[in-house]
């Protein structure tokens, strides 16, 4: 006689029946693998034992610090203006992006005064602080 696909199966007592517990007196038990009495016999009970809240609130890690909701600025100094721009140039984000200069020119630029400026620039939608301001007024540059 032949064996078809519908006639395989597992051998006998390869598969085991899944014990039903706590599913009345009837069935495995009346505590259902779970002891007499005492907080682990209980339904709704966490893992939460012998733990008060202050305990947890201890134990669980936070993370330190502050971190703003605010763009960060990307920051450029003067000296790497003065060696990638040539005199009577626009200094924009854009330009600056194309530069190498910042990353994203739809976030916040702002110019700070570390080096010297010898080249006039127009600056455009950047931040400057005001000692940047001055050295690029005192070279020639204009806002």
Known sequence: MAITLSQLGPRAGARKDKKRVGRGLGSKGTTAGRGQKGQSSRSGVGGLKRLGMRHMLLATPKSRGFTS????SQVVNLVQLSKRFIAGEIVTPRTLLAKGLIKDANAPVKLLSK???TVALK???CATSESAKAKII????SF
């Open 123 to 125: 600056i455009k939608n």
């Open 69 to 72: 909701l605010n763009d960060k």
């Open 115 to 117: 080096g010297e400026i």
């Open 138 to 141: 005192a070279a020639g540059g």
